[in-house]
Every structure is written in structure tokens, then in C-alpha cells.
């Protein structure tokens, strides 16, 4: 089946330093990619929306300069987290929709943890 | 406001048994909703989808159930089994939004025990 994969599953960066996570569709095309972030024991957040081609749309109360989201290709989409702090430490999950099958098939990546230190 | 609330007590059972997870939601118009299931430090993986106009859903050992009067939906798991011992999100996807956004509860998490 579909598969989203992202990378890398676990990064430790240092504060004010930059971190990118790629996310990946595997065997279909992505128009429309989905970033969450997720902190423990609290549900996934959506904080934007990647469309190829376009800029993305974000959530309110999420800061566009600080997490920039690129999805250059059908492919692949990814989330630069600039000038990292701690508080940023934290799960972020993609998902893409298959525009092959029903409009209700979204796929999830597996996840990245990110620690600023 | 807008709430989407799973019990976030964890839910013990013994093996065997039929596990009911609980999704309630406050001033939303869903299109449909979702059940995903979550392993630590995994991302969700989807299990079933019900549509407002739906009542229930079944697959294999899993049955959801849908009341829009109610604004709750009911996740079942029959015969469980300690390896269905997991975190289980339920989402709702509104009919504003391009039906692309997914809402979140917390989940809750389920131990089965042998």
C-alpha cells in the first residue's frame, strides 16, 4: 500500500541552530501534504498545509518564518524548523493524501522527534 | 468552542473482552470520522472511516459507530487481544476545509491484559 516515509526519525539539534525533516510519499504522488506537531501525551496539531507548487497555508498561531515548509516536488515535502529552541523540542508527524484513491485516504509518516538542546 | 474529547484515562481490559473507546465532539459539523491507532513514538495508522450519514462500520474486529445526534462516536474491539494495547486517536474532518483537515482528540490508551 501507500506509504509516507519521513527523515530523520530523531534529530538533536542545538538552540538557535536550524533542522530540516523531509517527508516523503513513496509509490504515489502528493499534491497536498500535512505537517502536525505532537507533544507527549496530547493529540497531533495541524500546523500547515504544503501544496506543490505553492506556498504553504498555516494554522493559526504558527509562525511561518520559523517553521518554513517547502514542497518543491509531487514527492517530497519538507519542514525547516529556523533558529530552534527548546521549546520547539517536540514529535512532528506528515501526511499525504493518495489522489488515486478514495478522498478520504490520508497516509501517515512515521514521525520525527526533535530535540534542541 | 470547538472540542473533540477522548477519556484520557488509560482503558484496562482483560483479554477476550470487548473494548469500547469513547469520541465526543462540541460545535463541530463532521463530514465524517476517523479512528487511528498510535504506538509510542510511532505515527498514527488508520483503522476506520464513518460518514455522517452512516451509522456503523465494521472491520474484522472492529466496529465504530456514529451518532450525529449524540455528536459521539463509539470505537469497539472485540476479542481484544494484548496486542491491540495502543493509543487510539479518533479525528473528524469537517465539511469546511477542503475535507483535507484533520481534528484530533488526544486519544486514549488501551491496555489489554493477558
Redesign the interface.
Known sequence: GAV?S?HPSRVICKSGTSVKIECRSLDFQAT?M?W?RQFP??????MA?SNEGSKATYEQGVEKDKFLINHASLTLSTLTVTSAHPEDSS?Y?C?A?DPGTA?????????S?LTVV | SQKIEQNSEALNIQEGKTATLTCNYTNYSPAYLQWYRQDPGRGPVFLLLIRENEKEKRKERLKVTFDTTLKQSLFHITASQPADSATYLCALVPFSGGYNKLIFGAGTRLAVHP
Do not use: P
Not at chain 1, 103 to 111: K, V
Open positions: 509516507v519521513q497536498t500535512f502536525y501525551k496530547q493529540s497531533l496539531m495541524l498545509t514529535f508527524i501526511s493524501r478522498a478520504d485516504t490520508i497516509y501517515f509518516g512515521e514521525g522527534w
